[in-house]
């Protein structure tokens, strides 16, 4: 089995309370950290990379974003799954070749650009040309942002997600979804539900699990804690 077949069963039969917990490195380092820690598989965020690069959230040069995920790939034995935001304009066999030199194994794609919510359609198209191009050598990770840039109506999120699991979607992404509302969405998305987990407040991993989540990610929230970690020893010395 390659990693991206391993990375695809990782998200096979789910129980509740026992959803896959994918840490997010934001370089080389915290992915060995991760690794060491005996977690499967990886997640990054590019908000985590673009502050690993200093940039802001969303400005990070593709050419860059997809160095810095090789790196985290060479860095760590398990499968990694890489964070392309809504995949830099780039065309749809241009996208997978690049996040398959890069050694990723999925990847996450985003229905909104420069803080708009794109015509879901339109994203449903985009993201079947990426399947057709990609096979099953990636595993897709559809974002709806419906409650980021959005009026917060889960039955919006569940239309997104139904147009994009049509398209070829693996798993969809409801991010910043309140946890009461993963019940709702678990109910109206087929396939794996991805959730995302504030460290140290809200919901743990397993109690999202029960809510209906398969699968947990954290967005750029272990690089900002370990940066306040590092503000704390600075201030320390």
Known sequence: MDKAEAFRALHLHRSPGDPLVLPGPWDAASARVFAGAGFP???????????????????????????AVARIVRAVDVPVSADVEDGYGLAPKELVERLLEAGAVGCNLEDSSGGRLKDPREHAEFLAEVRAAAGERL???????????????????????????????????PILAPAGVLPLLRAGIEGPLNALARIGEGPTPAALGERGASRITFGPGLQRRAARALEEIAEAI
């Open 41 to 67: 598989a990886l997640a990054t965020p590019s908000a985590g990379v673009a502050a690993s690069l200093g940039y802001a959230d969303g400005a990070t040069p593709a050419d860059e974003m997809f160095a």
């Open 139 to 173: 595993f897709l990770n559809a974002r709806v942002d419906t409650f980021v840039h959005g009026d917060g109506d889960p039955e919006r999120a569940v239309e997104r997600a139904a147009l994009y699991v049509a398209a070829g979607a693996d798993c969809v992404y």
